[in-house]
């Protein structure tokens, strides 16, 4: 792991294999590991993937910030942290757990396999989606299992690269999730459909939300009605299509003003607000108070 500044505030963070390790974008690392990389605790400040990191929680008790939620670690713990969420750790000294990185792009080659597409639809959410939960006892076995055959076909695979490597960790990796991963992983709500269409909205919006603000303009970029974008995106996550790419584009804002000490106006230019005034006006319609008073909220907590 790397830095890499892109935004004053916010410690920009893009994945670098090990030296040796052959890039194949997945890696299984520890908390007690992750703490002795980083003696000077930067893992306790607002921090910026730009990929996924499943964190498992085998034992201990501490905290985790995700977008300004923050969420209590025990045992059988799960923590989804996806491309592009602002988190941070807090109080792990004593946690002791699996952290399995992995790029976005380790699933594509496992998506044909049952269930897989919907982990993968998951795993792409950059905003939404669940960061933290738990595992139910039962299954607890099957996942410290699943997670220690990736590490361990990962360790093979560096010493000795097979045709079959790159897929075998995608699968199991994919297995992982599937056992592991959060209850919209395994019981997706939407037609196929509707699921494919919103996982192209999702992506547009990510690409282009703090450039457009009218859905209009991307049912022109997909090929399809907002009609079909709206009805697409409310049954695969519970948003019209408006009010997806409103809360992505409030979900910025906040990280701006919380993490950053740009003025308003310029926060308001990073969303793609160009009159700082209807910035406040759509903040305090969604967030239910003004930029100025959030950002002093957000400040003594």
Same mark, same amino acid.
């Not at 905290?63 to 988190?87: C, K, M, N, T, Y």
């Not at 010493?159 to 592991?180: N, V, Y």
């Not at 926060?267 to 793609?272: F, K, N, Q």
């Given at each position: 792991?790397?830095?890499?500044?892109?935004?004053?505030?916010?410690?920009?963070?893009?994945?670098?294999?090990?030296?040796? *390790?052959?890039?194949?974008?997945?890696?299984?690392? *520890?908390?007690?590991?992750?703490?002795?990389?980083?003696?000077?605790?930067?893992?306790?400040?607002?921090?910026?993937?730009?990929?996924?990191?499943?964190?498992?929680?085998?034992?201990?008790?501490?905290?985790?910030?995700?977008?300004?939620?923050?969420?209590?670690?025990?045992?059988?713990?799960?923590?989804?942290?996806?491309?592009?969420?602002?988190?941070?750790?807090? %109080?792990?000294?004593?946690?002791?757990?699996?952290?399995?990185?992995?790029?976005?792009?380790?699933?594509?080659?496992?998506?044909?396999?049952?269930?897989?597409? %919907?982990?993968?639809?998951?795993?792409?959410?950059?905003?939404?989606?669940?960061?933290?939960?738990?595992?139910?006892? %039962?299954?607890?076995?099957?996942?410290?299992?699943?997670?220690?055959?990736?590490?361990?076909?990962?360790?093979?695979?560096?010493?000795?690269?097979?045709?079959?490597?790159?897929?075998?960790?995608?699968?199991?990796?994919?297995?992982?999730?599937?056992?592991?991963?959060?209850?919209?992983?395994?019981?997706?709500?939407?037609?196929?459909?509707?699921?494919?269409?919103?996982?192209?909205?999702?992506?547009?919006?990510?690409?282009?939300?703090?450039?457009?603000?009218?859905?209009?303009?991307?049912?022109?970029?997909?090929?399809?009605?907002?009609?079909?974008?709206?009805?697409?995106?409310?049954?695969?996550?519970?948003?019209?299509?408006?009010?997806?790419?409103?809360?992505?584009?409030?979900?910025?804002?906040?990280?701006?003003?919380?993490?950053?000490?740009?003025?308003?106006?310029?926060?308001?230019?990073?969303?793609?607000?160009?009159?700082?005034?209807?910035?406040?006006?759509?903040?305090?319609?969604?967030?239910?108070?003004?930029?100025?008073?959030?950002? %002093?909220?957000?400040?003594?907590?």
């Amino acid at each position: 792991m790397v830095e890499n500044g892109q935004a004053p505030g916010i410690r920009q963070v893009r994945y670098s294999p090990e030296a040796g *390790s052959a890039g194949f974008g997945v890696e299984v690392l *520890s908390f007690e590991r992750l703490r002795r990389m980083d003696r000077a605790r930067r893992r306790e400040q607002p921090q910026r993937p730009d990929f996924h990191v499943l964190a498992l929680v085998r034992s201990g008790r501490g905290r985790q910030v995700a977008d300004f939620v923050d969420h209590p670690l025990r045992e059988r713990s799960v923590v989804w942290i996806r491309p592009g969420v602002v988190h941070q750790w807090a %109080e792990v000294d004593g946690v002791d757990g699996p952290l399995v990185l992995f790029e976005p792009e380790v699933l594509a080659g496992a998506v044909g396999v049952a269930g897989v597409a %919907e982990v993968a639809g998951v795993a792409g959410v950059a905003a939404f989606g669940a960061s933290c939960w738990q595992v139910d006892q %039962e299954d607890w076995g099957l996942v410290l299992a699943g997670v220690e055959h990736l590490a361990q076909e990962h360790a093979a695979a560096v010493a000795r690269e097979e045709p079959f490597s790159r897929a075998l960790l995608g699968h199991l990796l994919a297995a992982l999730l599937l056992r592991a991963g959060p209850p919209e992983a395994v019981r997706p709500s939407a037609a196929a459909g509707d699921r494919e269409v919103f996982r192209r909205y999702r992506a547009a919006v990510e690409e282009g939300f703090a450039r457009r603000h009218h859905v209009a303009d991307y049912a022109r970029e997909l090929g399809c009605t907002v009609r079909t974008l709206t009805r697409a995106s409310r049954a695969a996550s519970g948003l019209g299509a408006k009010r997806f790419l409103d809360e992505r584009i409030l979900l910025e804002a906040e990280r701006l003003l919380a993490h950053t000490d740009l003025p308003l106006a310029r926060c308001a230019e990073r969303v793609g607000f160009d009159d700082a005034a209807n910035f406040a006006a759509f903040f305090r319609r969604l967030a239910g108070e003004s930029p100025g008073r959030w950002r %002093e909220a957000a400040a003594g907590r």
